[in-house]
């Protein structure tokens, strides 16, 4: 009885990982590819480096993007440096302005 149930939810995973691949688990072991795993976990650097294709993986809907606390605030942080320097250089042309317009 435990080896049937074992089967079965052997059979249930092989289908399962061919609905997100397109292939079976054989037919990959058969070819020599890889299955990719549906989650995709990137740490902080890794995220805000490559934002870019973590929002192609998240649209083309054959992956799970988990985002640790420490990705979030990364992202954070790197936005508020970013409104940072965006304000000291709009601070340094103004004033650049006054003072050519004092010569």
């Known amino acids: 009885m435990r080896?049937?149930?074992q089967l079965r939810l052997q059979d249930e995973v092989t289908r399962l990982e061919g609905s997100l691949t397109?292939?079976?688990?054989?037919?990959?072991?058969?070819?020599?590819?890889?299955i990719l795993p549906p989650y995709v976990v990137p740490d902080?650097?890794?995220l805000c480096e490559h934002l870019g294709t973590i929002k192609q993986l998240a649209?083309?809907?054959?992956?799970?993007?988990?985002?640790?606390?420490?990705g979030e605030l990364c992202v954070?942080?790197?936005s508020?440096?970013?409104?940072v320097l965006v304000l000291v250089l709009v601070v340094?042309?103004?004033l650049s302005a006054f003072q050519l317009g004092n010569k």
């Open 44 to 46: 902080g650097p890794t």
């Open 80 to 83: 508020v440096i970013v409104l």
């Open 59 to 70: 649209a083309s809907s054959r992956f799970i993007i988990i985002i640790p606390i420490d």
């Open 92 to 94: 340094v042309i103004v």
């Open 3 to 5: 080896d049937m149930a």
């Open 22 to 34: 397109g292939a079976t688990a054989e037919d990959t072991a058969s070819s020599g590819t890889t």
């Open 76 to 78: 954070l942080l790197i």
